[in-house]
C-alpha cells in the first residue's frame, strides 16, 4: 500500500467497468481524463458558483493502468485564481478490487474559465461580481 496520501478534498468515486476498458483489460485513458475533467469541474462550479468550461489541460501524467473493478477516487484542489480562470489539480487513486492497496494513478493540472449565463468570462472569485 502507498504511504502517500491524496491531496484536495474529494470529488468523484466510480467504478472502473469492463465497457471503459481497452482489448487488454485496462481502462482508456481518455475515460479517466473524462472522470478527472468532471471532478475539477466541480470544484471549480463550487468554488466560483457560476458555470465554468474547461479551456485546457496544462499537464497530465499517467502513473499506472486503471483495471476493471478498481474504484476511482478523484480529489481536487484550486491551485491558483486569475481574474476569470482557475487552476485546478486533480489526482485520480485507485482501491484495487479485493484489497485494502491504494494507488496515485493519473495526475492532470486543468484550466476552468468561470462564464455568466450568455457564456461570456466574468470574475471568478465571487466576491468581485
Avoid at 455568466?116 to 471568478?124: E, L, R, T, V, Y
Amino acid at each position: 500500500m502507498s504511504e502517500q496520501q491524496p491531496s484536495g478534498q474529494l470529488a468523484t468515486q466510480t467504478l472502473a467497468m469492463p465497457m471503459d476498458a481497452n482489448p487488454n483489460g485496462d481502462i482508456f485513458g481518455g475515460w479517466l481524463l473524462s472522470q478527472m475533467d468532471l471532478a475539477a469541474g466541480i470544484l471549480a462550479k463550487k468554488f466560483s458558483h457560476s458555470r465554468t468550461t474547461t479551456v485546457a489541460l496544462d499537464s497530465m501524467v499517467f502513473k499506472k493502468a486503471v483495471w476493471v473493478g478498481d474504484i476511482v477516487s478523484c480529489h481536487s484542489e484550486i491551485l491558483k485564481v486569475g481574474s476569470s480562470s482557475m487552476k485546478v489539480k486533480v489526482e485520480a487513486w485507485v482501491e484495487r478490487q479485493l484489497t485494502d492497496e491504494k494507488y496515485l494513478v493519473t495526475e492532470g493540472v486543468f484550466t476552468f474559465v468561470a462564464i455568466n449565463a450568455q457564456g461570456k468570462p466574468h470574475p471568478a472569485d465571487p466576491k468581485k461580481r
